[in-house]
């Protein structure tokens, strides 16, 4: 079965009724109506379907959804267990030098026609920060091709050695809102972008502290995409500050099996 063949089974049984207004954007849905719902479950591990997945959908005036979707499908879909963990990604890994690494979150991304919305300039290191840096891996897979028109990935070379700008941290528990930002994200030029369309099947490799983009989908055709990340786990700490935390109904699963 494939990755989408498996998201169109695995995602309609599982979808939270959760629909922001129409005219938000991805990122404002994020930071404010995310920030007041799906985030506390998010932080409390309390979701509809107990540590499965939540969904946010958007709806334009012309009625047409896009769709972000969240959390641990490679935990909870076979489909993407397998992938996760295929020998190919093991052997691909391993090439790399990691010794113990684990998964530590994945997502299978949305971006509809006409409307699939933006993701504003990041690291990912931000949100999965650890200690020492360079021990964070984002693994982006093509399901459909992803092109300059329908909102493929852009990056700023060499940005990865410039240390991270800001980070995601929990405030302290009760706090509302539960996540808050130390330091903040520096205005890019954005002539120093670059494009990286490629085909459907492709494998894209992000280093943690790469600064990362992709456009709002303006196009007719969609571009959906299956991206996890990985840690190192010998020699490292996941900061006990992030937003995302192991338990033990849910450790950080081995790379390797």
Request: charged share 15%.
């Amino acid at each position: 079965m494939s990755l989408l063949t498996a998201a169109r089974n695995f995602l309609p049984r599982r979808r939270s009724r959760y629909e922001p207004r129409a005219a938000q954007t991805t990122s404002s849905v994020v930071e404010t109506r995310f920030g007041s719902s799906l985030r506390k479950a998010f932080l409390t591990r309390k979701f509809p379907v107990p540590q499965e997945i939540s969904w946010c959908l958007q709806r334009n005036p012309s009625t047409k959804l896009a769709m972000l979707c969240l959390v641990a499908l490679h935990a909870h879909d076979p489909v993407f267990k397998c992938i996760t963990h295929s020998p190919k990604m093991q052997g691909l890994v391993r090439s790399l030098g990691f010794q113990i690494p684990v998964v530590v979150q994945s997502m299978y991304i949305f971006k509809q026609p006409h409307f699939g919305g933006e993701v504003s300039p990041h690291q990912d290191a931000s949100f999965l920060y650890t200690e020492p840096l360079g021990r964070l891996l984002g693994v982006w897979l093509a399901l459909e091709d992803a092109t300059n028109q329908n909102g493929c990935l852009w990056f700023i070379p060499g940005s990865h050695t410039g240390g991270v700008s800001r980070r995601m941290v929990r405030n302290p528990a009760g706090s509302v809102p539960g996540t808050s930002f130390l330091g903040s994200e520096p205005i890019r030029d954005n002539s120093l972008f670059v494009p990286a369309p490629v085909p459907r099947g492709s494998l894209v490799l992000i280093h943690g502290e790469v600064v990362h983009k992709s456009e709002q989908n303006l196009s007719d055709h969609s571009r959906q995409a299956y991206t996890f990340h990985i840690m190192e786990a010998a020699g490292t700490t996941w900061s006990p500050d992030n937003w995302l935390q192991p338990t033990a109904e849910l450790p950080f699963p081995p790379l390797y099996t």
